[in-house]
């Protein structure tokens, strides 16, 4: 089974910057579809992006126009590229790959923590 190491999270005053990277164990270039999602304690996860194979993105409509996730199967990474970062944007983000086509299963890292502060 794919391993996933989550990189790149940290502290960042409002309207900065942050890319997360996500490594692969193993090749992900059969995955149709990875993603990212994050996660506050005391609140459910959220997935905030994903991106299959041929491209397709999605984002949660509260990171539209802010976050861009991008893959590169050859290198085996997910990026998640963040811009105009919110203090409500603070949580641990994971990048995931689902085992089920609902998500309802799925496999992730140990996830990055990102903390959006004045």
């Known amino acids: 089974q794919v391993q996933l190491v989550e990189s790149g999270g940290g502290l960042v005053q409002p309207g900065g910057s942050l890319r997360l990277s996500c490594a692969a164990s193993?090749?992900?270039?059969?995955?149709?579809?990875v993603g990212w999602y994050r996660q506050v304690p005391g609140k459910e996860r959220e997935m905030v992006a994903t991106i299959t194979s041929g491209g397709r993105t999605t984002y949660v409509d509260s990171v539209k126009g802010r976050f861009t996730i991008s893959r590169d199967n050859a290198k085996n990474t997910v990026v998640l590229q963040m811009n105009n970062l919110k203090p409500e944007d603070t949580a641990v983000y994971y990048c995931t790959l689902p085992l089920s086509s609902d998500w309802s299963r799925a496999i992730w890292g140990q996830g990055t923590q990102v903390t959006v502060s004045s």
């Open positions: 193993a090749s992900i270039f059969s995955r149709i579809v």
